[in-house]
């Protein structure tokens, strides 16, 4: 091995002065702590920068106030990793607000104790914790409807009188449908979508609004406002436009104004038979086929305090439905970004076309420009063919919207749709009235699960930076609340193997733990009483029958909380999921045949392996079988290793036994005598190799290898084979042949999308043909991220980042250059802070520049070089290549 030339780059003389104070305080996998759902919330922070040497050794976290208790002012010592630490105080109670700081001790190897200076603080606040909190009850228009065709959803609104100067409010809300709240006819909150989904038999969530700055002016008069929409919860999913009411046939709202006055007084206003309903300007509204906005009939002021309801009805007063009202347990959707159009064109009897360069989840916002009486029609698409969009692949989706202006409408305000969403790079706008556009006439507004994002990726290639580029842009395009499929068509499910296989991707490149974590809480009370996993999370009720233990997807009960503790040390999750995992593996196990194996029932096989045809996405050629004893290997194994972390010692055992004895009846069956696998597919062959079932240098890597080659190094696998098969390589002992298919750019490739202009991920290979055709198959999504999985292989491979321990706080460093590239990096804010890598090779050396985060530790591999343990700080290595 060779000696690796090492040195810490601070050295020369860039090292911190002293240490700074911890940062980046966090409540729970949240940024803004307002309503949190626990009394005794984890707090997570890390420390910037410190001097060489110096080891956090405690952390002492002082509650500097708090609302009630009387322990405000203590000083505790606590963990001192500074990741989702136990809180060390009184739990708190409902409503409470706590304001803490933190700092850290730490050893310079002195001997004696350092601290760094205190962070900033913090406020967080606990929402409503006990059902009896809610003194609020679900209100609803009094009409009833023929749901089974898109209705106009109603509007409610109250006055309410103000006694005195407001201190501090807060608006409780929730819903039984999508809804946006108004006090006197301003916004409260920017959450899109609200509440977003969720198992609405199971959980509905709640969020809280500081509506402090809402109610200033004294005691007065103020009108509470809303809009409802059908959203997931009354609106159709699915291609089946016969689905709808999938959870209730009516729209309902309990909301919570809660008051505190100058004088030490309070009040809370609940929704309440006082409450009135009417429609309003929104003539239908649905997530696939869009909204029909009419200012005509939109009743002119009802959002001011003053206005004369009357004529409108009385709203009922609905029964609690059996779902808990829950907090949300990572961001909300926002508005993210608008992007301006980069073409536009006439075309087609006046319609405007339109190009925003960007496949994105999003809608329009348009100027309120009065309009003829047809009104605007906006359209929708993610490809355009034969200069026109092209909708097929929306299926029944319809992806648009309508607008018609109102008497107030002037072309100094905007309009955009509310409870709606699209998938699109194109748009048509026909019916504009202005005969050229002008700046920000109609702009793209980006809309998706506001998550903080923590990954980037560089290279000195730039067809892989732009297929980085399109794996991000697919996680965004897909992570509106739920991890779904697609964002355009009739689907926009939470499809369990999607996520499965790209949680690592995910996990990379943005903090999704808090959005993951509110989707498994749904996955395990969906679960089935045999272990089942649903295909996707939200199910519909009663869409699956008992039995579906299909791999790959149902393995997200274990693999997906288990890549998620990998990345953000969260080991609270594996408490809360224990025991949907164990059910899984145990249905899983108790449906194989003697040895274990995998014999009967549906399966999805390796989805859209190319060979495939277009009418049939699961005709794969690795054996479907084979592949699930694989994945029965895999999930029970990491089942093992997750009892062992959380004490479970005999299970741990019991449970690493039972995958032994998978691991022997899968080489038993798909084995050949000369040590391949039987189906002869790169997909089994990669999982094979990557899950450990064979020895990476044996027969199984060699023919890999020589499947690969003989396909030109063009892709041979679909979603279970994707995510490994260049890691196989690499394993075996084939790292040119691993760069030569990351690298290729012919059909079926990842690079080939790339030539026909894609801007994220497709769902097929070949979604569009390389005659510019879109393909004839019935799913043909071009904003698809699970074949984007091969990013995990660009952060860990290609740039050389991941994590040793849980969460990052070991970190290895092994980047393994190949493909010609002369560079690549990438900078990760891991759970401890900000870690990096960046190398290059020339004249016949590779040098190499990492930085360690404080409070974590890391290993450097180098090619050829023995590993060289790291502390934190910035560091500069070479070895010869």
Partial sequence: MTDTTIAPAWRRGSAPAGTSGPTALRVEHLREPLGIGSPEPRLSWHVPDAPEGWVPTAAEVELLDRSAGDDAGTTTRVDASGVLVAWPFAPLVSRERAVWRVRVVGDDGSGAEHATDWSEPLEVEAGLLADTDWT?????????????VDQAPPILRREVTLRDEVVRARLVVASLGLH???IDGVRVGDAELAPGWTSFGHRVRYLVHDATPHLAGGARTVALGARLGDGWYRGRITWDDRVRNVYGDRLALIAQLEVEYADGSAETFGTDDSWRASRGGILLSGLYDGEKWDGRVEPGGW?????????WDAVDVLDRPAAALVPFDGPVVRVTEEIQPVWSRRWDAGAIQLDFGQNLPGRLRIRNHPVGPFGVTLRHAEVMQDDEL??????TAKATDVYYSGADDDGTGTWEPRFTVHGFRYAEVEGWPVEALEDGDVVAQVIHSDMRRTGWFRCSDPRLERLHENVVWSMRGNFVDVPTDCPQRDERLGWTGDLQVFTPTAAFLYDCAGVLRSWLRDLALEQRQDGGVPFFVPTLPDSDPAGHHAAVWGDAATLTPWGLYQAFGDRGLLEDQWASAKAWVDGVLSTSDDALVRFEGFEFGDWLDPLAPPEDAAAAKADKYCLATAYSYRSTSVLAAWAAVLGFTDEAARYESLASRVADGWRSRFLTSSGTVVDDSQASSAIAIVFGLVEPDGPVGARLASLVRSNGHRIGTGFAGTPVVCDALLLAGYPDDAYAML???????????LTQGATTIWERWDSLLPDGRVNSGGMTSFNHYALGSVAD????????????????REIRFAPRPGGGLTSAGATLDTPYGRAAIDWSVADGTLSVAVTVPVGATAVLDLPGADPVPLTHGTWEASVPV
């Avoid at 609020?136 to 089974?148: C, H, K, L, Q, Y």
């Avoid at 959002?303 to 309801?309: E, I, N, P, T």
């Avoid at 690298?743 to 999308?753: A, G, I, K, V």
């Fill in 793 to 808: 292989f660009m952060h860990r491979v290609v740039a050389g980042i991941a994590p040793a321990a849980p969460g990052y």
């Fill in 180 to 182: 946006e709240v108004t």
């Fill in 303 to 311: 959002q001011a305090a003053g206005f004369d309801d009357t004529e």
């Fill in 743 to 753: 690298l290729q750019d012919e059909c079926p490739s990842w690079l080939y999308p």
């Fill in 390 to 395: 092209a909708t097929r692949p929306l299926r």
């Fill in 136 to 148: 609020a009850s679900f209100v609803a228009a009094p009409w009833r409807e023929n749901t089974r």
